[in-house]
């Protein structure tokens, strides 16, 4: 079973334009979160979204926003990129089911660079 | 709030010694508890999971992780560290729903040969 692929792998962005990254779950996976990487704040949780809606969302501005398509494959966006954008961006996907445990699989990260 | 705090940057051992990497956890509520490894340039794979029973949780390439509640930690071990476990490792802390991991701030575990 293939895992969880993210594109473009690499990215590189100058301050002001506005970027879209991709993640495709796991094939029968239903949720998908996405993280930010950075040196200096680590990893922190951006959104998780699951049958197309929003479930939960961390700390960060309306810049970032995302959407899941009814395939469970979702994007996430960035308008007005910053310098402070830059960062290994993670998608995990996982089953979602009620009252258990649901691991989170990550796939390999795409790398921007806001120049 | 639920947070964690690995204590330690980074952790430099020799090759075939025992390593320990340390993790405090705070939650108001009953967490799940991880442990992730990051190889350079990759994703993150899960080492183990402490979901409840069982305080002593065995995961793979040899790691294990006790869960103390009194202590709120969950430290990592391994009794002999190879090259190939040079990685950053990460503590992590989640509810129930296991939909939004908390992470802590990472620990680089390097092996001198």
């Known amino acids: 079973k293939a895992g969880v692929t993210q594109t473009p792998r690499y990215l590189i962005k100058t301050r002001g334009q506005q970027v879209t990254l991709s993640c495709s779950p796991i094939?029968?996976?239903?949720?998908v979160s996405w993280y930010q990487q950075t040196p200096g704040q680590g990893l922190q949780f951006l959104f998780e979204?699951?049958?197309?809606?929003?479930?939960n969302k961390g700390n960060f501005p309306g810049r970032f926003s995302g959407r899941q398509f009814s395939n469970s494959r979702s994007e996430m966006n960035v308008s007005t990129l910053e310098l402070g954008d830059s960062a290994l961006y993670l998608c995990?996907?996982?089953?979602?089911?009620?009252?258990?445990?649901?691991?989170?699989?990550f796939g390999p990260g795409t790398r921007l660079t806001v120049l | 709030a639920q947070s964690v705090t690995q204590l330690d940057s980074q952790v430099p051992v020799f090759e075939e010694a025992p390593v320990e990497l340390r993790c405090n956890y705070s939650s108001s509520v009953s967490v799940y508890l991880f442990w992730y490894v990051q190889y350079p340039n990759q994703g993150l794979q899960l080492l183990l999971k402490y979901l409840s029973g069982s305080t002593l949780v065995k995961g793979i390439n040899g790691f294990e992780a006790e869960f103390n509640k009194s202590q709120t930690s969950f430290h990592l071990r391994k009794p002999s560290v190879h090259i190939s476990d040079t990685a950053e490792y990460f503590c992590?802390?989640?509810?129930?729903?296991?939909?939004?991991?908390?992470f802590g701030s990472g620990t680089r575990l390097s092996i001198r040969p």
């Open positions: 992590a802390v989640s509810d129930s729903s296991a939909s939004k991991i908390i």
């Open positions: 979204y699951f049958s197309e809606t929003q479930r």
């Open positions: 995990a996907s996982s089953w979602r089911q009620v009252n258990s445990y649901n691991e989170q699989f």
């Open positions: 094939s029968g996976h239903r949720s």
